[in-house]
């Protein structure tokens, strides 16, 4: 199946894992190797930014005590941020 004969409508669909799985395997072999492929670019790309975080926290001084009232407000910060970015 050639890239130009695949069309993918997605806008407020819902699928199951099994149900994208089963699409998928209804795929021909060289797409479903393209998918593979952008599958584990996806977590070569996320290895990397774990791996990144990882080297940030490791050079970071240990606090010498933290309150839940600094983590909560913390989590809060985190939570607003996403909210924006969404």
């Not at 050079?59 to 009232?69: A, H, I, L």
């Amino acid at each position: 199946m050639s890239n130009s004969k695949i069309i993918v409508t997605i806008p407020n669909i819902t699928l199951t894992l099994d149900q994208l799985l089963d699409a998928m395997r209804q795929l021909d072999k060289s797409t479903r190797i393209k998918v593979a492929q952008v599958l584990l670019e996806s977590e070569t790309e996320m290895d990397a930014k774990m791996t990144a975080l990882l080297r940030h926290l490791v050079e970071q001084r240990p606090v010498d005590s933290v309150s839940d009232d600094v983590v909560t407000a913390e989590i809060r910060a985190v939570r607003e941020s996403r909210k924006k970015t969404q």
